[in-house]
Every structure is written in C-alpha cells, then in structure tokens.
C-alpha cells in the first residue's frame, strides 16, 4: 500500500517535471531569455560532458558547448519537444566534436589497436581505475570515442547511438565491442591486480 | 551488467563546466543580438529560407517543380504546334491565292478570245452589207 502511494507520488512528480520541461521550452521559444537560460543550466552538464571526454580539455569543451548553445538558441523554432530538445544537442555536441577535431588536428587519432597506454599519474581526485579509463577512451578514434561516452556518460542503447550518430547499427555495436575488449585488456596490463 | 560496464558508468558520469557558464552564454546570446539588429531587414530572406527548410517543404518544392516543369513543356509544346499551324494556313492561302489568279488569267484570255471573234464577226457582216 504504502510502496504503490510511493510509485504513485513518483509518476505524478515526474509528469509535473515533464509538464515544467515543456513549459519552459515554449517560454523558451516564445523569446523569453530567462527560461532559455533555464534550458542551458538543465543541459549544460550533459552538452559539457560530452565535449570534455571527447577533448579532454575543459576549456575546448566548455567553448564548444557555448556554441551549441548558441546553435540552439538560434534553431530553437524547429525543436518540438524536450525530448527532441536532448536528442538534438546530443547529435549537435556529437558533430562538433568531430569537426572541431577534424578541423584543429590537435588530437592524433590512431588505430584502437596502436593506441599508447597512459603513462601519466591519474588526477588525485579520481580513482585510478576512473582515471585510467578517461585516458584509455581518449586515445580511441573519434567514432569509437563517441560511442563509448554516449553508451556510458548518457546510458544510451546502440540502437539510440546509431540513430543519433546517423551511423548502421551494426557499426556501433562493433565499436563497441573492439573498444571494450582493448579498454578491458589495457585496463588489466596497467592495473594487474585490480579485477575487471 | 558487469562490474566493468559500471566502472566505465561511474568514469563518464556527467561534469558540470564552470560556475559563470549559462551567464557567459547568455552575454554571448546578447552580444550576437546586438549585432544582429541591423540585419533585420534581411530577416524575411532567413525566414523565407527557414520555411523551405523542413523535409516535408522539400518534397513538395520538389513536386511543386515537377507540375512547374510539366507545364512549361506543355505550353511550349501547344505554341509551337499552333505556330506550326499558322504557317500552314498562311502557305495554304498563297496556294488558294495562286490558283486563283491562274483561274482569272485564264478566264480574261478567253474573254479576249471570244471578244475578237465577235468583233471579227460584226466586221464581216458590215462588209457584206
């Protein structure tokens, strides 16, 4: 009884919080600045977090998520819905990294397989394996990058990473899986002990 | 899941940028505001842009050309059949015209024929008398 009113208090919280998200979209839309900047500190974590654990540079990601921000705010007329809200600035983040990377040349993508093992100390803030992670995935190419942050950062499935990357199925799932079996084996030679 | 699938969840869970991040974007939108002002006036070629947009537009420019397209293949196809038919009527007119002509000048010899031989005549019987 008790556990059903919980459940019940849940669904209708989250119905208010969807009906707040549509509200301050339309707002949003409707040209009033304080919602937009609402919309940017719901999704400001996400869009940056995308950017940095591609660029690994905070700076790079923070100017990059800037500009999807101001992508948003000038296409925010075609943007239908909250969902479609997530879904565009994930696929808008997406492609500016790569083009940003395409453009800048700064990170040297290599072969997963001639990817160097980290050397530096992880950051003392992180735990090793969390760091030792970071490191690994940055050093994978583009693509296989992407899809790595998108399934672990945003929990999404292959079928929602190919539909956001415009990529084949079959193409995410294989970068998923070369990615983790190097991630995995890299993991295991730097931290030998630790069970993965 | 396994536990490496949830160290690699806890590894890339979400960071949040800077504190000053949304109030710097906004100051951006601002600026990008003020400078758009004078650009106004070409506003009504971006919203026309804008509404051509959608994929749903696309298909029906795409058809609307198409109608377009058949069209003017069909107007040029009546012009030129209707000019061809012009000329024809005109050629034919010459035509009638020649024969008619040809038909005058036969009938005015004859007549000329047959008037001498009249006035031939009228002479012979003046002489007899």
């Known amino acids: ?56 540079d905070r700076a790079t990601a923070e100017d990059l998520a800037q500009e999807v921000f101001i ?24 492609h500016r990294c790569i083009d940003h990377a395409r453009k800048k040349h700064k990170m040297k993508t290599v072969s997963v397989d001639d990817a160097p093992e980290p050397v530096a100390p992880p950051c003392f803030q992180d735990s090793l394996m969390t760091a030792t992670l970071r490191r690994i995935v940055a050093t994978l190419p583009e693509k296989p990058r992407l899809v790595v942050t998108l399934r672990y950062q945003e929990d999404l499935d292959p079928t929602e990473i190919a539909e956001l990357l415009e990529m084949p199925l079959n193409t995410v799932k294989s970068h998923l899986r070369r990615s983790l079996t190097i991630l995995r084996e890299k993991v295991t030679r730097i931290l030998g002990e630790i069970k993965v | ?89 005109i050629a034919e007119g010459e035509r009638a015209k020649e024969q008619v002509m040809l038909a005058m000048r036969i009938a005015s010899a004859k007549l000329s024929v047959a008037q001498k031989k009249v006035y031939e005549t009228a002479s012979h019987e003046g002489e007899s008398k």
Do not use: C
């Open chain 1, 71 to 94: 992508h948003l705010y000038q296409n925010l007329g075609a943007i239908e819905s909250p969902a479609h809200l997530k879904f565009w600035l994930r696929r808008v983040t997406s």
């Open chain 1, 1 to 56: 009884m008790a556990s059903e009113k919980r459940t019940d208090q849940l669904i209708e919280r989250k119905e208010v919080g969807m009906q707040r998200a549509d509200d301050t979209l339309s707002r949003a839309k409707d040209g009033d600045q304080t919602a937009f900047a609402d919309l940017v500190r719901e999704h400001q974590a996400m869009v940056f977090s995308l950017a940095h654990y591609f660029s690994r």
């Open chain 2, 1 to 89: 899941m396994n536990r490496f699938d949830d160290e690699l969840r806890l590894a890339f869970r979400r960071e949040e940028p800077s504190p000053d991040f949304t109030d710097r974007v906004m100051a951006r939108i601002a600026e990008l505001q003020k400078q758009e002002k004078p650009r106004e006036k070409t506003d009504w070629l971006r919203k026309l842009m804008e509404f051509f947009q959608p994929p749903q537009m696309k298909w029906a420019m795409a058809g609307a050309m198409v109608v377009a397209l058949l069209i003017a293949g069909f107007g040029w196809r009546r012009s030129v059949e209707n000019e061809r038919r012009r000329l024809a009527e």
